[in-house]
């Protein structure tokens, strides 16, 4: 069967040391997933079960893209997160299936018009207005896993302008990569090119057009995006 117009471009983000690419099929985002952001958000960190939202695939932004800073809104945030990627999918997953499961790591940040968020938070409506906009997911390279190993524990920060925004530790994550995999693995069938944006540490803020904003994962790498 002929489409009736050309099927958009799959979208894919470039594996580092390598021509070949990671084709994304589903972005999967963590809420709230280390205690320190929990309570500047205003929540209460407690081991609540983790909470997801998604991103659309074509929301990616490859590295050392400029983001545009986007309409309707006058507070848009940094959330710096650890990305990861899947090769395998299933559903109801343990935690040791889980962890079979990554293909690698990718450093993103989760770009947040956190003004509409927080209308849609007040009013009981869906998040994707504040989080699945164009370009709202700015991402590295990923790093396959024979390259880096298991990504548990290290640092993760955020600089604008050359300034420490957010700082934290992946082991500081309330639910750590494969207990966040086997969970959300019992909602939704995962599969290959699913990532998963893991949650961002304390610090978040706004951004205005100008600013350089600088991430880092340990044993990843570093991402680096300009607001235009
Ligand atoms: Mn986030």
Redo the contacts with the bound molecule.
């Keep these: 069967m002929d489409y009736i117009f050309n099927p958009a471009p799959q979208s894919f983000i470039p594996i580092e040391g390598s021509d070949q690419a990671f084709p994304v099929r589903r972005i999967y ?3 709230r ?1 280390y205690a320190e952001h929990a309570r500047e958000m205003g929540h209460d960190p407690d081991r609540d079960p983790p909470f997801f939202f998604q991103k659309n695939p074509n929301n990616l932004l490859l590295d050392n893209s400029d983001f545009p800073y986007p309409a309707k809104t006058k507070d848009v945030h940094h ?1 710096i ?1 650890l990305v990861v990627g899947l090769k395998k999918g299933g559903t109801d997953l343990s935690l040791a299936e889980a962890k079979t499961c990554i293909f690698g790591y990718a450093v993103g940040i ?1 770009m ?1 018009r956190r003004d509409l968020q927080g209308e849609m938070k007040k009013l009981g409506r869906p998040w994707e207005i504040g ?1 699945a906009f164009e370009h709202s997911a700015p991402c590295t390279n990923m790093v396959p896993v024979e390259t880096c190993g298991l990504i548990e524990t290290g640092d993760i920060w955020l600089d604008v302008n050359g300034e420490r925004k957010q700082s934290g530790k992946i082991e500081q994550m309330i639910w750590n990569i494969e207990e966040t995999i086997s969970y959300l693995s019992g909602l939704f069938e995962l599969a290959p090119g699913d990532i998963i ?1 893991t ?2 540490p304390a610090g ?1 803020g706004a951004v205005k057009q100008g600013d350089l904003m600088q991430g880092h994962v340990e044993g990843v790498g570093t991402i680096n995006c300009k607001v235009v």
Aim: proline fraction near 0%.
């Design positions: 985002c963590v809420g997933n959330e997160e989760d947040t989080k944006m949650g961002t978040v």
